[in-house]
């Protein structure tokens, strides 16, 4: 009884094992700056308020020009920006 024990609990530990390394993880799409592409750090971003908020999206910019070019034609960048939902304002 007690090596059938073991054996239910080694084979329960190598399927758990198993199935861990082959579940793909949630595979998130970096965040890339809305005019020139390039990949930042959206906690860098935020924290220095370099964003802009169009038709209830959030789009992310990795330098002090790319704001104003976003703002003079935004419909030229927003195609192939990534972005996120606005944010809902925090309530008082």
């Given at each position: 009884?007690?090596?059938?024990?073991?054996?239910?609990?080694?084979?329960?530990?190598?399927?758990?094992?198993?199935?861990?390394?082959?579940?793909?993880?949630?595979?998130?799409?970096?965040?890339?700056?809305?005019?020139?592409?390039?990949?930042?750090?959206?906690?860098?971003?935020?924290?220095?308020?370099?964003?802009?908020?169009?038709?209830?999206?959030?789009?992310?910019?990795?330098?002090?020009?790319?704001?104003?070019?976003?703002?003079?034609?935004?419909?030229?960048?927003v195609k192939d920006a990534t972005s996120?939902?606005?944010?809902k304002p925090a309530k008082k």
């Open positions: 009884m007690r090596k059938l024990a073991i054996i239910i609990f080694i084979v329960a530990l190598s399927v758990g094992a198993f199935a861990q390394k082959t579940t793909p993880k949630k595979a998130e799409k970096p965040m890339k700056c809305a005019v020139t592409g390039e990949t930042l750090d959206m906690a860098k971003a935020i924290k220095n308020h370099m964003f802009t908020d169009y038709k209830g999206r959030r789009y992310f910019f990795c330098c002090d020009g790319c704001p104003q070019s976003f703002k003079k034609n935004p419909a030229k960048y996120i939902p606005t944010p």
